[in-house]
């Protein structure tokens, strides 16, 4: 009876040759389904995250509860409510918010073009075009919403000096201070929970979305 090898076993197991077991056409259709679906689930979000903001921006504006809180900034600094005050704001606020949700929208519209646009049948360049455009436009939509709300903040602040101008009111240096140093630290701490919110809720998609795209160039780099 021959002697068992059993190294020269192992060494011949590991030298045959891995069947693969996928193409690479199996590959891209699975890897074009996984992107599709990426994309949609962005897109979903930013539909809830629409209608989230509207239902807020609706009950908030009919609550007047922006106008108080803004008037009552506007008393600890030594000015006055006035009706002019009042409507002045009302409409600033109101241009604002719409401004918001066409803003958002546009986004939601442009979601929803990028995931019709990815077909199951797409060829290989063309869904690695569609991924980066997706990236890019993902990454405008957080840029812009975290420059949206430096914006408006900015506004305000011009607004409540313009009242404060118009009505000859000095504050005092203390209450100065004190709403500069408030207004800037609330400002970094929405941008910095803004941020945290699309690196956690999008980021996780998008990270996904890199490996598929990743993939799709090795690919590409193996058939040219």
Same mark, same amino acid.
């Given at each position: 009876?021959?002697?068992?090898?059993?190294?020269?076993?192992?060494?011949?197991?590991?030298? =045959?040759?891995?069947? =693969?077991?996928?193409? @690479?056409?199996?590959?891209l259709?699975?890897l074009?389904?996984?992107?599709? @679906?990426?994309?949609?689930y962005?897109?979903?979000?930013s &539909?809830?995250?629409?209608?989230?903001?509207?239902?807020?921006?609706?009950? +908030?504006?009919?609550?007047?509860?922006?106008? $108080? /809180?803004?008037? @009552?900034?506007l008393e600890?600094? /030594?000015?006055?409510?006035?009706p002019? !005050?009042?409507?002045?704001f /009302?409409?600033? #606020?109101?241009?604002?918010?719409?401004?918001?949700?066409?803003?958002?929208?546009?986004f !939601?519209y442009?979601?929803y073009?990028n #995931?019709?646009?990815?077909?199951?049948e797409?060829?290989?360049?063309?869904?690695?075009?569609?991924?980066?455009?997706?990236?890019?436009? !993902?990454?405008?939509?957080?840029?812009?919403?975290?420059?949206?709300?430096?914006?408006?903040?900015s506004?305000?602040?011009v607004?409540?000096? #313009?009242?404060? @101008?118009? =009505? $000859?009111?000095?504050?005092t $240096?203390?209450a100065?201070?004190?709403?500069?140093? &408030?207004?800037?630290?609330?400002? /970094?701490?929405c941008?910095?929970?803004?941020?945290? #919110? +699309?690196?956690? &809720?999008y980021?996780?998609?998008m990270?996904?979305?890199?490996r598929?795209?990743?993939?799709l160039r090795?690919?590409?780099?193996?058939?040219?």
């Open positions: 009876m021959p002697e068992f090898d059993l190294d020269s076993f192992k060494k011949t197991w590991q030298e =045959q040759p891995v069947q =693969q077991k996928y193409d @690479n056409n199996e590959i259709k699975m074009n389904r996984k992107s599709r @679906n990426y994309v949609k962005i897109f979903w979000i &539909v809830f995250e629409f209608l989230l903001f509207s239902v807020m921006g609706l009950f +908030y504006f009919f609550q007047g509860e922006e106008t $108080n /809180g803004f008037l @009552n900034v600890k600094l /030594g000015a006055q409510k006035t002019e !005050v009042e409507h002045n /009302g409409i600033t #606020y109101l241009i604002i918010k719409v401004l918001s949700l066409l803003i958002t929208a546009y !939601v442009k979601f073009q #995931y019709r646009k990815i077909k199951i797409e060829n290989l360049k063309g869904l690695i075009t569609r991924i980066i455009k997706f990236k890019k436009t !993902v990454n405008a939509f957080i840029l812009i919403s975290i420059l949206l709300l430096v914006v408006f903040t506004i305000f602040t607004f409540i000096f #313009y009242a404060l @101008n118009s =009505q $000859n009111v000095e504050p $240096n203390s100065l201070t004190i709403f500069v140093i &408030v207004t800037a630290v609330s400002t /970094g701490l941008v910095l929970l803004i941020w945290l #919110y +699309y690196r956690l &809720v980021g996780i998609i990270r996904k979305l890199d598929n795209l990743t993939q090795d690919i590409d780099s193996q058939e040219n």
